[in-house]
Nanobody
């Protein structure tokens, strides 16, 4: 069973930066699409950024130019660099892995709070 563990969430002022990490229990990047989702109170979970196993990237319009998704294959770790943070970025951020045959896996989430 794949396990995903996020870290890096914190309270930060508007305009600041954070880097989230997602450590996978095994080397899954070759066979899965990975991504970051977020869920704010009272809102649905939404895609923030995604990376296919081939390295193609996709970002939500609201974070383009500010957030960057990347991975370290040797460390089985996915990252989300978040710059120029805004109060509306406040949410619980979840790491996600999608396998064609095995289905979907989620991390437990990490809280990001941006103060104005």
């Amino acid at each position: 069973q794949v396990q995903l563990v996020e870290s890096g969430g914190a309270l930060v002022q508007a305009g600041g930066s954070l880097r989230l990490s997602c450590a996978a229990s095994e080397n899954i990047f070759r066979n899965s699409a990975m991504g970051w989702f977020r869920q704010a109170p009272g809102k649905e979970r939404e895609l923030v950024a995604a990376m296919t196993n081939g390295g193609e990237l996709n970002y939500a319009d609201s974070v383009k130019g500010r957030f960057t998704i990347s991975r370290d294959n040797a460390k089985n770790t996915l990252f989300l660099q978040m710059n120029s943070l805004k109060p509306e970025d406040t949410a619980v951020y979840y790491c996600h892995a999608h396998f064609v045959l095995q289905g979907d896996y989620w991390g437990q989430g990490t809280q990001v709070t941006v103060s104005s």
